[in-house]
């Protein structure tokens, strides 16, 4: 299949480009820049020298990927990447910072959605099938688990940790770690479990019971989280769920505390 590239557009003659791609007016490839087949770049939307794009990406009008990270010490003339995995969709005004660490890659994996104006700092790791709607912004080193959800507006601090299956709410201040499947709203505040989310990607239901009684354990007491969490690895037997298992060992590290019910 052709590829459809606009008269306008700018295109490095060092870019390397698959096949059947649709490139719309003014957009700017760099020199450097590698789109894997399917993808589609939106009118004035910028493709630096170090981003990564797989097949089927859609790069939305004036969104920038592979830019210079917003970092004092960085030394832009160091190689790093912004590596987007296969079918990940950006709206507009999305932008994707590069690493700050030489050969290093910020990486977006696989389904990926970034709503409008969004942006990802530089580090930052983001799971399959995770959406940050409009305006959501992540500070550097973010690790994101698979199927999360950031709401609109919400701020993520550098270096948090948000567990897979995790929601967050629209206009949240995160600066603190969130455990796999939790419903946090607010400044760091864990209201209870992803129901919506568990219940979508069809989890028993009793799997989810166990992760409600580790919930009430770890986050609703006055507990030392990491000790209560290997406490319950110990004394588990092998007998809780794969679920049940990730919730816990994801309190067993982590350096910025963790979002909870109750106000220690």
């Not at 948090?160 to 939790?182: F, H, K, W």
Request: hydrophobic share 40%; charged share 20%.
């Amino acid at each position: 299949m052709p590829s459809k590239i606009h008269s306008t557009a700018i295109i490095g003659n060092k870019s390397q480009l698959g096949v059947g791609l649709e490139v719309g007016p003014y957009v700017v490839i760099e020199d450097g820049a590698k789109i894997g087949d399917g993808s589609v770049i939106e009118a004035h939307a910028v493709i630096k020298q170090w981003a990564r794009l797989d097949e089927g990406s859609r790069i939305g009008h004036f969104s920038v990927v592979g830019g210079d990270p917003q970092h004092l010490d960085f030394n832009a003339e160091k190689p790093s990447f912004v590596k987007i995995g296969k079918n990940c969709r950006l709206g507009e005004g999305v932008t994707i910072h590069r690493s700050i660490l030489e050969n290093q890659s910020t990486r977006v994996k696989n389904k990926v959605f970034l709503m409008g104006n969004s942006h990802v700092a530089h580090d930052c790791i983001l799971g399959d099938n995770t959406i940050l709607a409009n305006g959501a912004l992540l500070g550097g080193h973010v690790e994101i688990g698979e199927n999360v959800f950031i709401g609109g507006g919400t701020g993520i601090h550098q270096f948090v940790r948000i567990g897979s299956g995790a929601m967050i709410g629209g206009l949240a201040e995160v600066s603190q770690d969130v455990g796999p499947n939790l419903l946090v709203v607010g400044r760091n505040q864990a209201c209870g479990l992803n129901r919506v989310g568990l219940k979508r990607r069809r989890i028993p239901k009793e799997d989810v019971d166990q992760l409600k009684k580790l919930f009430r354990a770890l986050l609703s007491k006055p507990v030392n989280i990491c000790e209560e969490a290997k406490l319950h690895l110990e004394n588990s037997k092998g007998e809780i769920s794969l679920l049940a298992r990730e919730f816990l060992e994801f309190y067993l590290s982590g350096t910025r505390g963790f979002a909870r019910q109750t106000k220690i």
